[in-house]
């Protein structure tokens, strides 16, 4: 098994020596849209870099552009924000506020993280659902970009897709939840 968070190879175990983060057994599934996402955001942001980089050289030194460029760079923003959100989802490593779960025993939080998951699960499936309402009204409207001429609901299909991503790695934060508890008690 590797590490998700340093990279280390170790056995199947719950926890990475190295790092001492603690991962549960992954299967191939989750280890394949792993590194998926992983490159997906590396190529979105490096893409990004270099059309803001090629626009500032192009303007400066030829007082032209990429035309489009700055439409493209505000909808990779979307792109790379709602991976990276999917990302820290599943490393649990999202924003979240946990003033109670300082005075909180060990077996309570375990509960209040299991609700907390369904709770955000929910939320982002009803997000899920208006973004697709949003992008369905997006391809009604027949806007096209003024990069190489892409429908816009192309370029925003990542917000019902982002949403999704994001409610499923909830949902399974979730199972991983009650399957601790139910160990912890056998």
């Known amino acids: ?30 280890r394949i849209t792993t590194s998926i996402e992983d490159s997906l955001i590396a190529l979105f942001l490096g893409i990004m870099v ?9 303007r400066n030194f030829f007082q032209s552009g990429i035309e489009g460029g700055d439409d493209l760079i505000r909808h990779l923003v979307l792109w790379v924000a709602f991976f990276g959100a999917g990302i820290a989802t599943r490393n649990q490593s999202h924003v979240k506020i946990d003033v109670l779960s300082h ?13 907390v998951n369904i709770f955000s699960c929910i939320v982002c ?5 208006a973004a697709c309402q949003f992008v369905f009204i997006e391809y009604q409207s027949q806007v096209h970009s003024q990069f190489l001429n892409l429908p816009v609901w192309v370029m925003e299909i990542v917000m019902p897709l982002g949403y999704l991503i994001i409610s499923l790695r909830f949902a399974h934060n979730c199972i991983i939840g009650i399957q601790d508890l139910r160990e912890k008690t056998n």
């Open 1 to 30: 098994m590797q590490c998700l968070k340093c990279g280390n190879d170790f056995d199947d175990l719950y926890q990475c020596p190295l790092c001492s983060e603690v991962w549960r057994k992954s299967g191939k599934f989750n």
């Open 125 to 129: 499936v009803i997000l899920m659902i």
């Open 103 to 115: 005075f909180l025993k060990d077996n309570v939080k375990k509960y209040l993280d299991i609700i």
């Open 50 to 58: 270099i059309t803001v980089l090629l626009q500032i050289l192009m």
